[in-house]
């Protein structure tokens, strides 16, 4: 079978002022992958989900989403074409309720009414294994819920591709099969990600290929092991 292209960044550059955050990156996705992001602290990982999601413009380059250049495009209207991200630091509407904020998501990203989005809202509660946790205010959960509560949101908007930043950081041994399961139960909803995580034995069983850039520039690429043993990678993580 024929792979089709979800999404191909092309020679996308972004600065801040004089820094290259993300230096004439490019990288295509196929549909139903999943990839891996990795790099040290500072790379550009999550400024590159950024470009792609629309919070930031490629000074040079583009984005090109089925098709379609979104380069410069709102977030809203890149939320609407498919594309949903979670962002590093969790920011729910602290006031609502777990099942609240996954509506609110849901009305926000399909369009959809009140009700259609509540029962939307219980669906993904049971894919992220939520529904324990529903009727807490956003502001009485812990770190690690509140980073579940950040894929239940992006799940919410209905993405084709799920731009996933560090959901794993700070899980434990036990915990980490469980999160295993949430990805798996994702892919099979025919959704493509792009994932950035630290935790290895997460990149190992959840993705199919790894990018791994450094101070904005792909260093390497292959699969989760290939990279790992690759001496650039190495070379950049000891710094
Ligand atoms: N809004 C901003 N304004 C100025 N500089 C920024 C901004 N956002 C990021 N940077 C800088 O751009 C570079 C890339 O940052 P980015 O957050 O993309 O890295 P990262 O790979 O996600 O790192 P981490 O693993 O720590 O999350 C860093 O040097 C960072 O300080
Ligand atoms: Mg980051």
Partial sequence: MAET?????????KRFGGLFAVNDL????????AVGLMGPNGAGKTTLISVISGQ??????AVIFQGHDISGLPPHRICRLGIA?????????INLTTRQ???????????????????????????????DKKDVRAKDLEALTLKRLELARALATDPKL???????AGLTEVEIP???NILKRIRSMNITYIMIEHVLKVMLEAVDRVTVIDYGIKIAEGTPQEVMEDEKVIKAYLG
């Fill in 5 to 13: 292209t979800i999404l191909s960044i092309v020679d996308v550059t």
């Fill in 26 to 33: 490019s990288l295509d996705i196929h549909e139903g992958e």
């Fill in 56 to 61: 930031y413009k490629p000074e040079i380059g």
């Fill in 85 to 93: 991200r979670t962002y590093q630091i969790p920011h729910p509407f």
């Fill in 101 to 131: 904020n996954i509506a609110v998501a849901a009305m926000y990203g399909k369009g959809i009414g009140k009700t259609a989005a509540a029962a939307e809202a219980d669906k993904i509660l049971d894919i992220v294994e939520l529904t």
């Fill in 162 to 168: 799920l731009l996933i930043d560090e959901v794993a």
């Fill in 178 to 180: 469980n999160f295993l």
